[in-house]
């Protein structure tokens, strides 16, 4: 079955506690992206990869990093998370179409992350 | 700021009305998506629009992109519970650091049986 796969699912964890949530596609995807959605603010891209070993940020990576060692994995790392990254966590994939745009998003379930 | 402005952002009708959600940006859209997505959960990947003046239908859903491509519109016929949930408009858009993609901030639907 073609999916996205996040874990974990749901985490709490205190602040300055390094962690690290997975993000795999099993769709041979290149295009891999981050989301953090918050009431009122909507989803915001937080870092975006276009293929293996290319990253980029999006419009907030403050206290993100990513890597995309593997085409199917995209893992999101919080080196010191602070209650402000408390948040509901996406991540998604695509084929992009040939010319220009991201083309249909897979989304994983999201990731509920409270950090205290 | 918001590169996508959606609206409204909630929406509570009666069982077998019709709705409009809008979709506005101030700069050329490259691409519009509709999404949806039920509380707390993923987003499901409704329909794609690329050209100017493009429509398609899905069931009892159409959108719709206009001709300057800067305004997309998302009409749902004769609503049911089962339209209930936050619909979302995402887009490709040229930035000088190149294509990014953008959501709008999503209209919460509620259908009353």
């Known amino acids: 079955e073609a999916q996205v796969t996040q874990n974990p699912r749901y985490l709490i964890t205190v602040t300055g506690k390094k962690l690290t949530v997975t993000c795999s596609q099993n769709m041979n995807h290149e295009y891999m992206s981050w989301y953090r959605q918050d009431p009122g603010l909507g989803l915001r891209q937080i870092y975006y990869?276009?293929?293996?070993?290319?990253?980029d940020k999006g419009d907030v990576p403050e206290g993100y990093k990513v890597s995309r060692k593997e085409k199917r994995n995209f893992p999101l790392i919080l080196e010191s998370p602070s209650p402000n990254q408390t948040s509901l966590y996406f991540c998604?994939?695509?084929?992009?179409?040939?010319?220009f745009g991201t083309g249909e998003l897979f989304f994983g379930e999201g990731s509920r992350l409270t950090v205290l | 700021s918001q590169e996508l402005e959606q609206s409204p952002q909630s929406l509570i009708v009666q069982e077998g009305k019709n709705l409009t959600i809008n979709c506005t940006s101030s700069?050329?859209?490259?691409?519009l998506y509709w999404y949806k997505q039920k509380y707390g959960e993923g987003l499901i990947f409704l329909m794609m629009l690329q050209k100017g003046g493009e429509e398609k239908s899905h069931e009892k859903i159409t959108a719709k992109l206009d001709e300057k491509k800067q305004q997309s519109s998302l009409h749902i016929t004769a609503s049911q519970p089962s339209h209930a949930g936050i619909y979302l408009c995402?887009?490709?858009?040229?930035?000088?650091?190149?294509?990014?993609?953008?959501f709008g901030t999503g209209t919460s639907l509620t259908v009353i049986p």
């Open positions: 998604a994939s695509s084929l992009p179409p040939t010319g």
């Open positions: 990869s276009m293929n293996v070993e290319v990253t």
């Open positions: 995402g887009a490709d858009i040229w930035k000088n650091t190149g294509n990014q993609f953008y």
């Open positions: 700069k050329t859209l490259y691409g």
